[in-house]
């Protein structure tokens, strides 16, 4: 197929101008002032529109397991849900059992990722640091395209690694050209304000929030850094949420340290109302971690989104229903972690970043799309409306307004944690390899037209 996109104004993360972009078996041809269309081509006319790269979410859990239960959204739902809002690609995580094979787990996650409606890639979480798992983690750099590992410093009883084990994962990855990523929160904090709020009888789900102060983010945050500078590892903070958090990922940076911090879209509008002001059910249905901030914790990270020390805006996607919340309507520890986010993180950097003045179209299109592709590794095969590179684009509507519903939304669940905002900037056409896949607020994909993208190690 080929397509000829006229009048749009092209933005890039390193500027914008009004070029014609030529599309052709799912790669870009040519980006020009004027081109004239090839015999057989699709024209569309983007006049008033935006011409951007296909978001990139370098966060979400698809179909994930989680004891008996699994996200609600899949590779299907999820990727329809993503397309809808500008995103063509994910990088997902593969999360192993303690002690069970990488390989074999990696396998699992690509047998369901079959159906993606998305493109997609992997993470891997580092879940047990052996000789024995330093050779699966080698050959899934070497052979399967995986170049970033997850370490969590909280979990005890699941996926935690404890500190000795971080440091040799992480400048054994490191040497491999991967880049280790964690999740930082004190678990030695977190345990006892659990176990202390409970005795108390503070079991409403604002337990969950009272438990993980943004202390027990910076801490972890603070640290994880000092075990990357020891380990000579290059280290990416995912879902960073706190002011004090972002202090200690600042201060590194001045340092001169290579260290990238991502925040997620849900933490740069909800705050944590959503669990003081809440009966236990509604309350139940924000529980994530970090937990929503306080609101000058949103201002200390849109400060960190616009002077960049924020590189990148993920979602953290992973959806449970209300059902399975209610698993922990009387215990807060019980409920399941995890909110949405995959269909709304680019209308929510819109409306409140560039909308709002707080960030350029361009750092938008960074946040979103470019600056991950970089430091995963895949740039400038995406990221980027260039030639040469792969045909995922998006067609951005900066008026089209949006009303987030759960009657309306294409995740799997039963609610919305942004149900009732309307968020003006979104997409009119999603191109996904070089094919239109969403239009006139319709998606027209199949299950598995989204393809596996493998990221080579660094260097
Ligand atoms: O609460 C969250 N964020 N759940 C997903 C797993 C993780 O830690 O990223
Ligand atoms: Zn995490
Ligand atoms: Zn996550």
């Known amino acids: 197929m080929k397509i000829l996109i006229q009048n749009g104004l ?24 004027s081109i004239t269309p090839p015999e057989g081509c699709r024209i569309i006319d983007a006049e008033g529109l935006l011409v951007i790269p296909g978001g990139i979410d370098p966060h979400t859990h698809l179909e994930m397991p989680v004891g008996d239960i699994r996200t609600a959204d899949g590779f299907e739902d999820g990727g329809k849900a993503a397309l809808s809002g500008g995103t ?6 593969v999360n192993p059992l303690r002690g069970q094979s990488y390989l074999e787990a990696y396998g699992q996650w690509m047998e369901r990722a079959k159906k993606a409606t998305c493109n997609y890639s992997f993470h891997v979480t580092v879940t047990w640091f052996n000789e024995e798992a330093a050779k699966e983690i080698a050959l899934l750099a070497k052979e399967h395209g995986v170049n970033s590992f997850k370490h969590f410093t909280t979990y005890r009883d699941t996926i935690m690694l404890e500190q000795g084990k971080m440091i040799e994962s992480f400048n054994f990855i490191a040497k491999l050209g991967c880049l280790c990523t964690v999740h930082a929160e004190n678990d030695e904090i977190i345990t006892y304000l659990q176990k202390k709020l409970l005795r108390e009888g503070l079991t409403h789900p604002k337990g969950h929030a009272l438990s993980r102060p943004p202390v027990a983010e910076a801490e972890a945050t603070n640290r994880a850094i000092a ?4 380990a000579e590892a290059p280290i990416y903070i995912v879902h960073l949420s706190s002011g004090g958090a972002l202090n200690a ?24 109302s959503v669990y003081f002001d809440n009966p236990r059910e509604k309350a139940a249905r924000y529980v994530m971690s970090p937990p ?3 609101p000058e914790h949103l201002d200390a990270l849109w400060k960190g989104v616009a002077d960049e020390a924020i590189q990148v805006i993920g979602s953290d996607n992973c959806t449970f229903t209300q059902a399975n919340r209610n698993r922990g309507l009387h215990d807060f520890t019980k409920i399941p972690n995890g909110s949405p986010g995959i269909e709304d ?7 409140r970043g560039v909308r709002s003045k707080r960030i350029s179209a361009e750092q938008f299109v960074a946040a979103t799309s470019t600056n991950a592709a970089r430091i995963f590794n895949i740039y400038p095969q995406k990221g980027a409306v260039k030639p040469g590179s792969d045909a995922d684009i998006v067609l951005w509507n900066p008026e089209k307004e949006h009303h987030v519903s759960s009657t309306t939304h294409r995740h799997a669940i039963d609610y919305s944690v942004f149900e009732g905002f309307t968020f003006t900037g979104s997409p009119e056409i999603t191109i996904l390899n070089g094919e239109v896949v969403f239009e006139k607020d319709e998606l027209n994909v199949a299950a598995g037209a989204g393809k596996f993208v493998p990221r080579p190690p660094r260097w």
Not at 345 to 351: A, Q, Y
């Open 227 to 230: 075990l990357a500078e020891v």
């Open 88 to 93: 063509t690609m994910v990088i997902d995580f």
């Open 345 to 351: 993180r680019m209308r929510i950097l819109w409306d």
């Open 249 to 272: 990922v600042r201060a590194a940076q001045r340092r001169g340290q290579e260290v990238y911090a991502e925040s997620l879209c849900g933490h740069l509008v909800l705050d944590d």
């Open 292 to 294: 929503y901030r306080s």
């Open 10 to 33: 092209v933005v890039n993360a390193d500027g914008s101008a009004k070029s014609d972009v030529l599309i052709e078996g799912g790669s870009i041809k040519a980006v020009e002032t």
